[in-house]
């Protein structure tokens, strides 16, 4: 099943209000919905935990969430303020290859899911910050390998990632 | 699902609790109760100035207080709608209240240029009073900022420290400046527009810090 606005903001609602039974239901469809999500943005290895620091972000801050308001962008929010914060952390190692596990698009709700997306934000950073972000954080090369690739000096790498992770630290709630 | 994930659910479901949701409305209750606890605490240590209403008052006075109190406004909005995150949240308004002020402290310093008259002319006898009371009157809407923040989920906490600075030191020298009587653009353009700046900055320092996620 996959959830739609309305359901998931009912199901909120009802959390909010102590309800366990529609908590662990909403919990479930965040856990889909995050791991289509983040697929193409975050190694394999490394999705379930991105996922579940997701999910214990929203426990802990359910309470911010403005029932007057959609669940979705905000579940969105959260998703890439986790996500912005996992870059930062983690250095990916060579061996963690990004699979190729496009899943088609069922959800109905695309033109919404395409305004929320993680690419979204590369759209703003400059080219060459964006590509050793991707580069580096993401397809795990190392800083020399990415240097090579991209003709930017080693140093100049370093600050490019640096300046791109904090434009996207500020770009989490921007939508267009 | 994976069994990783299920039994994290598993456990958060089982110690789930009510929670009261942080409605918007309710965090303009709160900053309207500071606003007017505030503007009482001013008019009964230090009064309100009837300036306006004997029609004594220069325009600066009107137009300089209004921009202040337009600025507290569109922060104070930022700052509630900021603690709830979403994407697609644009936070504009402060930017654009901020630059019209800032228009005030320019017109003052080419005042006194076109003047020929010292950086000297425009420090006036109460100018450290009215800075210094107008910070510190900003200190209750920043109190309530920050502990609507730190209950939110803010995404861009910088922002969001920098954004409830501005609306707590626009709120304070606001509400300081309902009681002084001094109304040329040099004072009210530097004296009263600085706490904006200055709580800005501390938001910017503070805030992150007490922000726990």
């Known amino acids: 099943m996959i959830a739609d606005e309305t359901t998931l903001a009912h199901l909120m609602r009802k959390a909010q209000g102590g309800d366990k039974r529609a908590y662990a239901v909403l ?17 394999p290895q490394q999705l379930d935990d991105l996922v579940q620091d997701v999910l214990m972000s929203v426990h802990r801050k359910r309470s911010s969430w403005d029932p ?52 979204r934000l590369f759209v703003h950073l400059p080219q060459k910050q964006a590509e050793v972000i991707e580069m580096v954080k993401i397809e795990g090369l190392s800083i020399v390998e990415a240097s090579e690739r991209t003709g930017q000096s080693e140093s100049l790498v370093k600050v490019n990632i640096h300046r791109g992770l904090k434009k996207l630290s500020a770009m989490i709630e921007k939508a267009e | 699902m994976n069994t990783r994930n299920a039994a994290l ?23 309207a109760l500071a606003g007017a606890v505030t503007i009482g605490a001013v ?34 909005g930022a700052s509630i709608a900021l603690a709830s995150p979403h994407v697609g949240n644009r936070q504009d308004g402060p930017r654009w209240a901020l630059a019209m002020l800032g228009v005030m402290p320019i017109a003052a310093i080419a005042m ?23 910070s510190a009157t900003s200190a209750l809407t920043f109190v309530a900022l920050a502990w609507w923040l730190k209950r939110g989920a803010p995404v ?17 020298s606001f509400a300081y400046g309902l009681s002084c009587p001094i109304d040329g653009l040099a004072h009210l353009g530097i004296w009263h527009v600085l706490p904006v700046v200055v709580c800005g900055a501390l938001g910017r320092i503070a805030v992150p810090r007490i922000i726990r996620w």
């Open chain 2, 112 to 134: 006194m240029l076109g003047q020929g008259s010292g950086v000297a002319s425009l420090i006036d006898p109460h100018a450290f009073t009215c800075f210094a009371a107008g």
């Open chain 2, 156 to 172: 861009s906490t910088t922002l969001s420290g920098t954004i409830a600075g501005v609306a707590a030191g626009a709120a304070g």
């Open chain 2, 43 to 76: 008019w009964m240590v230090a009064g309100l100035w009837d300036g306006v209403l004997t029609g004594t008052a220069s325009p600066f006075f009107v137009i300089i207080n209004g921009l202040l109190l337009l600025v507290a406004l569109a922060a104070i």
């Open chain 2, 9 to 31: 659910i598993a456990e958060l479901s089982d110690e789930l609790e009510p929670v009261r949701p942080m409605r918007a409305r309710e965090g303009y209750a709160v900053l």
């Open chain 1, 27 to 43: 919990l479930d469809e965040c856990s889909n919905w995050l791991q289509r999500y983040f697929r193409k943005r975050v190694p």
């Open chain 1, 68 to 119: 007057d308001r959609a669940f979705m962008p905000w579940l969105a929010a959260i998703a890439r303020y986790r996500w912005v914060d996992h870059l930062r952390k983690v250095y990916r190692t060579a061996e963690d290859e990004l699979g190729d596990h496009d899943a088609a698009e069922e959800s109905e709700e695309e033109a919404v899911m395409a305004r929320m997306s993680l690419d």
